[in-house]
C-alpha cells in the first residue's frame, strides 16, 4: 500500500506561483513513479506531470509545459510541482498519484491522494 497527501494548495492571483508538495509513504512506496492530475469542475480529470522513482525521467503536459516543474526528494518521500506563471485555467483540484510505471495515463496509477484546491484568480 501507497499513501500520498497533497499539501499548498491555495488561492493565487494569476501570474503568481505556488508550490504543491505531495507527502508519499507506505511500506511498499519504493520505486514508484510518481505524477500530478488535476481536475477542473465539469471537466475531466487531466495529466499534468509525472516523475520517475529516480527523478532521471520527468514528463509534462503540453498546457503546462514550460511554467510547471516536477521533482522529488526520496530521502524526504516528497514530491513536488512548482508551479510559476498561472493562469485561471490552472484553478483546478490537484492530485498526486503513485504508479509501478511512469505515466501520463491515470488508468495506470494505482493510488492516489485526497486532492488540494488551487484557485487562480484574474
Known amino acids: 500500500q501507497v499513501q500520498l497527501v497533497e499539501f499548498g494548495g491555495g488561492l493565487v492571483q494569476a501570474g503568481g506561483s505556488l508550490r504543491l508538495s505531495c507527502a508519499v509513504s507506505?511500506?511498499?512506496?519504493?520505486?514508484?513513479?510518481t505524477g500530478w492530475f488535476r481536475q477542473a469542475p465539469g471537466k475531466e480529470r487531466e495529466f499534468v506531470a509525472a516523475?520517475?522513482?529516480?527523478?532521471?525521467?520527468?514528463y509534462y503536459a503540453d498546457s503546462v509545459k514550460g511554467r510547471f516543474t516536477i521533482s522529488r526528494d526520496n530521502a524526504k518521500k516528497q514530491v513536488y510541482v512548482q508551479m510559476k506563471s498561472l493562469k485561471p485555467e490552472d484553478t483546478a483540484v490537484y492530485y498526486c498519484?503513485?504508479?509501478?510505471?511512469?505515466?501520463?495515463?491515470?488508468?495506470?496509477?494505482?493510488?492516489w491522494g485526497q486532492g488540494t484546491q488551487v484557485t487562480v484568480s484574474s
Open positions: 516523475i520517475s522513482w529516480s527523478g532521471d525521467n520527468t
Open positions: 507506505g511500506r511498499t512506496a519504493r520505486n514508484y513513479a
Open positions: 498519484a503513485a504508479s509501478a510505471t511512469v505515466s501520463d495515463d491515470g488508468a495506470t496509477y494505482d493510488y
